[in-house]
């Protein structure tokens, strides 16, 4: 069992930055890739940004690609989401989440642990 807890939302103004954390407990996370997703109210779930394990290969989706930083500290079982420049469209619930294939990306069906969600809010 891979436990998934995301921390450091919040509410903020339009141009400010936050970053994002997701500590995994249980089973080590050395060898999967880790995604980043966000969902809004009455909108369906979208990508953000994914990680390898090794942290070499990382994609970003088009609407946050030179915004947000995605990175990972695998001695820490963590991963983060850095947001930069943030914008009121950014607003969503964010999610963490494990894909143990590795190839993680887009591809939702390969994300078989997810975190809580943690609210980020940004007002114009």
């Known amino acids: 069992q891979v436990q998934l807890v995301e921390s450091g939302g919040g509410l903020v103004q339009a141009g400010d930055s936050l970053r994002l954390s997701c500590a995994a407990s249980g089973r080590t996370l050395s060898s999967y890739a880790m995604g980043w997703f966000r969902q809004a109210p009455g909108k369906e779930r979208e990508f953000v940004g994914s990680?390898?394990?090794?942290?070499?290969?990382?994609t970003y989706g088009d609407s946050v690609k030179g915004r947000f930083t995605i990175s990972r500290d695998n001695a820490k079982n963590t991963v983060y989401l850095q947001m930069n420049s943030l914008k009121p469209e950014d607003t969503a619930v964010y999610y963490c989440?494990?894909?143990?294939?590795?190839?993680?990306?887009?591809?939702?069906?390969?994300?078989?642990?997810w975190g809580q969600g943690t609210q980020v809010t940004v007002s114009s």
């Open positions: 989440a494990a894909d143990p294939s590795g190839v993680g990306r887009q591809f939702i069906y390969r994300y078989e642990y």
């Open positions: 990680i390898n394990w090794t942290g070499d290969y990382i």
